[in-house]
């Protein structure tokens, strides 16, 4: 199997389950952000050297994965299995949070995004996820979307800001707190 088919030339793309749209379409601007979230977490993945954040992310990642494939079906087929979607994911997140704040100081001021590369790297990625929250927001609001990936996403940008501060801790880096002029 090639990995062009050309089918695409004419601006459209196919949706999982039949049916083809434009390629701006919300939906595909939807799934393609957070595939870009997936890649930018990658990023992360590689960058931190920290076991048990790699594999915390890879769980995350192969999610989202889910929620794309979710986002890629067309809502007119009904008879598409789609991946499944547990609101156990969100609890996972908040947990994630909560055991690395235990070892945060507490945050008093905003910080700038910064303080070890892979901190970097994870709030581009925080960033990313906050649009792809937008893009689902406003697909939910034209084509009912499953409920739990709207929360999903929404946790998971709280995650990744947390994340970003627990990297730089335990990779000695700075905070650097913003100063207003």
Known sequence: MKIYTKTGDDATTMLWGGGRV??????????????????????????????????????????????????????????????AFDAAYIEDLEKSIDRMETVLPPLK????????????????????CRRAERKCSWLNAHQTL???LIPYL?????YLFV?????????NGEEIIWKSN
């Open 163 to 171: 994340l970003a501060r627990y990297i730089s801790h335990c990779q």
């Open 22 to 83: 434009e390629k701006h379409h919300i939906r595909i601007d939807a799934y393609g952000t957070v595939d870009e979230l997936n890649s930018a977490l990658g990023i992360v993945h590689d960058s931190a050297n920290m076991p048990e954040v790699a594999a915390e992310l890879q769980q995350i990642q192969s999610r989202l994965f889910s929620l794309g494939a979710i986002l890629a079906t067309n809502p007119d087929k009904k008879n598409v299995q789609t991946p």
């Open 109 to 128: 001021n905003f910080i700038l995004p910064s303080g070890h590369l892979a901190s970097s790297h994870c709030h581009l990625a925080r960033c990313i």
């Open 154 to 158: 929404n946790r998971l940008s709280d």
């Open 146 to 148: 499953d409920p739990l």
